[in-house]
Nanobody
Framework: QVQLVESGGGSVQAGESLRLSCAAS????????MGWYRQAPGKQRELVSL???????DYAESVKGRFTISRDNTKNTVYLQMNNLQPEDTAVYYC???????????WGQGTQVTVSS
């Protein structure tokens, strides 16, 4: 089992920044992929950004140039630096990890990000 604990959500004004963190613990194997999804009210959960244990990254088009994902493999922690936040970024952000060898996925409990104009 793997546990994911997110932190760093909150309420900000448009144009401001937030940094999300997610610490993974438990039976973590490599290679793996960690990242973030988000779900706005009335919408489906969507990919925000992923980062592989080797460092390759992927971003949704809507966040490219504004969000930066990074990870510390020694701490099994993934970060999401969100700059120039916009009201459309308002959502619950979920941390995610995929264990490649065991083909298992795990989710965090979610952290709310609210951006007002």
């Amino acid at each position: 089992q793997v546990q994911l604990v997110e932190s760093g959500g909150g309420s900000v004004q448009a144009g401001e920044s937030l940094r999300l963190s997610c610490a993974a613990s438990g039976s973590i194997t490599s290679p793996n992929v960690m990242g973030w999804y988000r779900q706005a009210p009335g919408k489906q959960r969507e990919l925000v950004s992923l980062i592989a244990s080797g460092g390759a990254t992927d971003y949704a088009e809507s966040v490219k140039g504004r969000f930066t994902i990074s990870r510390d493999n020694t701490k099994n922690t993934v970060y999401l630096q969100m700059n120039n936040l916009q009201p459309e970024d308002t959502a619950v952000y979920y941390c995610y990890i995929k264990l490649i060898l065991g083909r298992r996925d795990y989710w965090g409990q979610g952290t709310q990000v609210t951006v007002s104009s």
